[in-house]
C-alpha cells in the first residue's frame, strides 16, 4: 500500500503534517530529502523534496492558491510515484527518470500557500493571529485564493506589477480580499519570496506551476519567452490533450511562470489542471493524475 494511499480521495494533509510525510516518503523509497523552502506569513513550513542532481533543476509548485488544494495532492501523488520510479529502476511513464536525475535535479514543492490552502478548507480559524482579518474578507461561499493577509500570490510577482495594479483598481480592486488583490509591493509576501528564493539559490532551469482549471497550458511573458518554450508546450499538450493557451485581463501578469521567465529568460509554465468549479472535488484526482502523468514525467525530461 502506498504511503499517500489513504489520502487519495480526501484532502491535503495539514501543514505541520506535509515535511514529515514528504521525510516519511524519502525513508521508504531510499532516496530523495527535504528541505525547507520557507515559511508562510504565519509560520507554517513550505517543505520542498530534492531529488537528483542538484544542476538546474525542475521546479514543480502546487498550493499557490488556497482553494485549488486539489494541485497539492497531484504533486504528492507524482512526488511519490518519482521516488518509488527511482527505486525499482523501471520508467514512470516510459521516462527513464533514474537517467535524467543523474544529470538534473527534480523540486517538488506542493504547497506554497499553506496558510491560504488551510483557510480553504477549515475557514477563517486557521488564520490564527490573522483570523479576525480573514472573518472580515470572508463571504458566503467564499472561494479562498489569497494568503492569510488576503494577498493573491499569483499577483504578486514581480512581472508587470504596476500593469496589474492598474487593471486590478479598474476593477474595483483596491486591499485585501479573497482573491486577486496583488499586495503593497512585488513580493511583499514571505510565501512570494520563497518561490524566488528557491528559483535563485538552486539556479532552477525551469518552473511549472499548477493551478486549477480549464485543461490549458500557458508558456509565455513578454520578450524573454524561450524560443523553444512553445515547443515544449505543444509536446506537453500532446502528452495529455490539454490546450496551450494565453492568459487575459488580470490573469496575465504577476504570476509566477511570469517572473521566472522575465527574470531568467528559462522556460515556465502554468498548468490549469481539470475542468468544473473550484475547488475541484477530491474524487477528480485520479482522472486527472492519470491524464496528467506522462506529461508530468515529460517535464523533468524536457
Partial sequence: MELLFELYGNEPPRSGALAPLLQAMCREYGCGRVV??????????????????????????????????????LLLRFAEDVLQS???????????????????????????????????????????????????????????????????LNHNFDAGWQELRRLERQQGIRGPGPARYGGGSPHSEPETRAAVGLCRRWGAGAVYAFHSQGEEIYYSYGPRTPRRARLMADLLAGCCGYTVAQPTGTAAHGGFKDWFIAETGRPGFTFEIGRGQNPLPARELLPIYARLLEALAAAVVL
Avoid: F, K, Y
Fill in 36 to 73: 525547507q523552502g520557507g515559511t508562510s506569513l504565519l509560520g507554517r513550513p513550505i517543505p520542498v523534496l530534492a531529488v537528483g542532481s542538484p544542476r538546474a533543476p525542475v521546479l514543480m509548485a502546487g498550493g499557490v492558491h488556497g482553494s485549488e488544494w486539489l494541485t497539492v495532492l
Fill in 86 to 152: 527511482l527505486r525499482s529502476g523501471q520508467p514512470l511513464a516510459g521516462a527513464d527518470l533514474g537517467r535524467c536525475l543523474a544529470r538534473r535535479g527534480l523540486l517538488v514543492l506542493p504547497c506554497l500557500n499553506p496558510d491560504g490552502t488551510e483557510i480553504a478548507l477549515h475557514g477563517p480559524g486557521a488564520a490564527g493571529r490573522l483570523a479576525g482579518l480573514v472573518q472580515g474578507l470572508w463571504q458566503p461561499g467564499c472561494l479562498w485564493q489569497a494568503n492569510a493577509r488576503g494577498v493573491d
